[in-house]
């Protein structure tokens, strides 16, 4: 028995038959009032920008790496915004509309009837994991786009060469967007291979035609990237992590996303076995295998670091496969449904409904020890269309690391804060990825073994002499062997597409033959020697001129310096040096809520005192807490030259944040305590001679 088109309905002027339309408009409201962006967005933002101002499909200009996970979004969104000319605005009307359509799509093409589309669309609407990726700038719209179009074209009556195509063809566009995907579409795509009744060799054409898309970016990948997969699958795979450490995680995964979102756990598991029923069996259990073929894909990864994030496409299938169960709209059942839907969504450990443009300053932003976090709590405020601010993205507010480059003119610089800061740092400079999404070169050297680490970041030592490499531009790494392998690197991702021998290091680094180059054991695990050796070929980037970047206060009698400062693993702080002798009762920082922080005092290049200062408390309400420091009474006599601002822990949690020097400030002020969240103390006006000279 195969799928009619539709089935039976109710009547069209029964109050049922309006609900999936009201439904969908509550839907699109609701997600124009939590629109957001995160973090990880603007990784691919950056290659989209590249693009469409000519600098080729490259994160850092002149180096092809394929950073972005998300290749069909990737061309979605460039070609948008090559006619928007703007990238976040347009990354959220997208989502929006694409979110929309493929909820209109399971609604009323795939659901059997209104009550069925309804229960599906108020899953969409309660569900913190859809609510919180059917925008967020991601893939996760268009992975439920192309779900529901595969459902649609699997319903098809006629079992011939067009449906085939169909199938396979959408396939092609889900592995294309993603290739991880294919554990979701595949079973379809064998499964309509298997049941269309034409010739073997007919089914075979047709197929392939279908996927011809994927095949061909597949090609080029690998003649341009020089890879066939995304950069981030050597730095995520290659963590060294052992797979029993990872499965734990991934249940740990599944335990948390069930406190989280227990809607959207329960409705993966209902639809699995709705799929696997005996009367829908012969249907839909290829989307039923689909769904169990990705739960364990994600159970053997260890899931992910964003709560949610990797559920709603396997939901989405399940969704589907419920959608097409019959419902009696006069059973009590369906009011059962209804309130248990209901009843999921508000049990969620932060329900929709607390969503608002305070979300983040409301509720905690916390990294727990098992790694995952609400990404939405740190950049809502920040992103979110519901903040009413028309230049949000185009002034970013907290992210100055834009302005202090260009202040400093740095061309180089090493960071693990790769999505607004990158962004906004603009292509003129060469970003060195410490988790290595963005690196070629250090994606593909082993990641450290820690015993404490975060699912999804895998820190890598940056080799000594690589930054060197990099802002130079001729090969200083001082490992000869890695010197090599980056020299062969270097061509395939860097130099001419047509360059002599480029094609032959692409087959020697696809077949493995250029890995005995790299020293394993010394990434791995390093010795405190080749450690501290990484570790000082990058710290003195971040001696800072404090003259370059200050700028005067009001009344002429002090200044004010804001500059970014990283804080993670080998790139511990910053020493400022402020070209003259200070004798200012505090300074101000802005820092990351979990980052224990060391400010000392140098004078003559020595140390003369210094202030310890614990991390805010993690439920901290701002995105960077800002802290007083008051200085020592005989720092203050003697005076100060220089700053030192490190980390003063083991380098976990926090990885960036702001310091700033503001003098304006009275002696006996709020040294020690955190002062208000808006940046501002009590006192307005300081005494005078404790502002540190402008001329």
Known sequence: MGFDNRAEMSEENSPAAMLPGLLLIVYVLMMVRTAWLC???????????????????????????????????????????????????????????????????????????????????????????????????????????????????????????????????????????????????????????????????????????????????????????????????????????????LFRQGLVYYIVSLQWDPLIVTILAAGVVAGL?????????????????????????????????????????????????????????????????????????????????????????????????????????????????????????????????????????????????????????????????????????PARNLRKWRIGHYERLVPPGYFDTVDSGENRIQDPDLAEYYDRLNLVVSGPLLAPGRLKEIARFNLGMNESLIDVASYRTPTPEFEALALESVKIRWVVDVAKIAEPLAGGNGIVARLFVPFEGYRRGARLRLGTLAHTPAIRLHVTADADIMVGFLRDGELVGEVHKAGMPEESPDFLPVIVVGVPEAVREIGFDEVLVVRDDDGEGGRFGMVEFRTRMPEGGPTPDRIAPDGDTKDTEPPDGYGLPIH
């Open 39 to 245: 973090d990880d967005a603007f990784i691919t933002f950056r290659t989209v920008d590249n693009f469409i101002h000519g600098r080729g499909l490259t994160w850092n200009p002149g180096e092809r790496v394929w950073v972005y996970t998300h290749t069909l979004w990737m061309w979605v969104l460039a070609v948008a915004s090559f006619v928007t000319r703007e990238i976040p605005n347009t990354a959220l009307l997208l989502c929006i509309a694409t979110s929309a359509a493929a909820a209109g799509m399971l609604a009323f093409r795939a659901a059997s009837g209104p009550a069925a589309g309804a229960l599906a669309l108020a899953v969409l609407i309660l569900s913190r994991s859809f609510t919180d990726y059917s925008t967020a700038g991601l893939e996760n719209p268009l992975s439920h786009l192309l779900l529901a179009a595969m459902m649609v074209a699997w319903m098809r009556p006629a079992a011939d060469a067009r449906r085939l195509f169909a199938v396979w063809f959408v396939g092609g566009l889900g592995m294309l967007t993603r290739h991880d995907l294919l554990l979701l579409f595949g079973p379809a795509m064998v499964a309509e291979f298997l049941r269309t009744g034409v010739d073997r060799k007919l089914r075979l054409r047709w197929a392939l035609l279908g996927v011809l898309p994927f095949v061909l970016w597949e090609i080029f990948a690998l003649f341009y990237y020089g890879f066939p997969v995304p950069n981030t699958a050597f730095a995520k795979l290659n963590n060294g992590i052992p797979g029993g450490e």
């Open 277 to 445: 029923r005996k009367s829908a069996r012969r249907e839909l259990w290829p989307f039923a295998a689909g769904i169990v073929l990705y739960c364990l894909y994600l159970l053997k990864i260890g899931g992910d670091f964003m709560a949610g994030r990797f559920l709603t496409a396997p939901a989405f299938a399940a969704l589907l496969i419920l959608a097409r169960t019959r419902i009696d709209e006069k059973s009590p059942l369906l009011l059962l449904r209804a309130g248990a839907i209901v009843l999921l969504g508000l049990a969620a450990q932060r329900p929709v409904q607390t969503i608002d443009r305070d979300y983040g300053r409301t509720y905690p932003r916390k990294v727990e020890s098992h790694g995952i976090a609400d990404e939405r709590s740190y950049y809502h405020g920040r992103t979110a269309l519901s903040t009413g601010d028309r230049t949000r993205f185009a002034n970013p507010g907290e992210d100055l690391t834009n302005e202090f480059l260009a202040k400093m003119k740095m061309e180089t610089f090493v960071s693990g804060a790769v999505g607004m800061t990158a962004f906004y740092a603009g292509s003129d400079v060469h970003i060195i990825d410490a988790w290595a999404l963005g690196d070629a070169l250090i994606s593909h050297l």
